[in-house]
């Protein structure tokens, strides 16, 4: 193990290409331990996922086949997808202007997951569509928490701002029409875990390959927000814990998330429907 942490740690450091005086907050082997131990919770987390939904599915087959309810054309759904789709290509733009480092900001979350909710709302592969939003609504958390406390700091360019907080009220809006009007889901904890297990791994595999190429902070991978003093943090921590606190909400919030679709879907949309 000491001579694997030692190869993944020099390996980091040879790719790296600082940009910013905190690009080693956490030392190369602190990057190494979480490198292997992060991706191999996450990867134990996907496979009990998979299985459980394998068992679920298993028991479904056996069960009276069950009528999925239609999606109900908005041309609500449409103009959010076009706003989303719009945002990311005036992202693209920004990252652009600003050089080829600033454009593997395009890898974090805000913007794939803007994609991904672009093709739930617009998609015709119904069944396709719906796994892919049971899977993606659990990333509501990070867009609740990018409102909460926006880092706007980088954003200079004309309009940038107003173009983040338009992103990002599209991105809380579009799970709730996502099910009210396409897909009528519930909470299912094969799911919710495989959603948890792409996430982390985006992070702790992906995100931290390029942040150590580009020298970019994606998602706060290199060195924490700028959310006030960390010295009450262990440096060496702080994205371990951050992870798992994450991990915890976003299964929280997900599920309320959920509740409150289903409740628009049946007391709004469907009713009137019916009428």
């Not at 519930?186 to 792409?198: K, N, R």
């Not at 702790?204 to 150590?212: K, L, P, R, S, T």
Request: hydrophobic content about 50%.
């Amino acid at each position: 193990m000491k001579y694997l942490i030692e190869v993944i740690s020099e390996t980091f450091l040879s790719i790296s290409d600082p940009i910013d005086h905190r690009h080693w907050f956490l030392s190369k082997e602190q990057h190494a331990y979480e490198f292997i131990f992060m991706n191999l919770f996450y990867l134990v987390v996907i496979f009990i996922g998979i299985n459980l939904n394998k068992k679920r599915e298993y028991e479904n087959q056996r069960k009276p086949k069950q009528i999925i309810e239609k999606d109900y054309p908005s041309l609500l759904n449409k103009i959010v997808a076009i706003i989303l789709a719009i945002n990311v290509f005036l992202n693209l733009i920004y990252k652009c202007l600003r050089g080829w480092r600033v454009v593997f900001f395009m890898l974090q979350p805000c913007h794939i997951v803007s994609t991904i909710y672009c093709y739930c709302l617009l998609t015709n592969n119904y069944q396709f569509g719906r796994k892919v939003f049971k899977i993606s609504i659990y990333y509501i958390l990070v867009t609740i928490a990018a409102l909460v406390a926006p880092d706007l700091a980088d954003l200079t360019l004309p309009f940038e701002c107003y173009n983040f907080f338009i992103q990002h009220y599209a991105l809380l809006i579009a799970p709730f029409l996502l099910q009210a009007y396409r897909y009528n889901i519930e909470f299912e904890l094969p799911y919710a875990l495989i959603s948890q297990g792409l996430f982390g791994i985006s992070h702790f595999f992906v995100f931290e390959i390029f942040c150590f190429i580009s020298g970019t902070n994606i998602n706060y991978m290199l060195f924490p927000p700028p959310l006030g003093e960390f010295s009450y943090l262990t440096q060496e921590s702080y994205r371990v814990g951050i992870a798992f606190i994450l991990f915890i909400l976003a299964l929280g919030i997900g599920r309320l998330v959920i509740l409150i679709g289903s409740k628009i879907r049946s007391t709004f949309l469907v009713k009137n429907k019916s009428k």
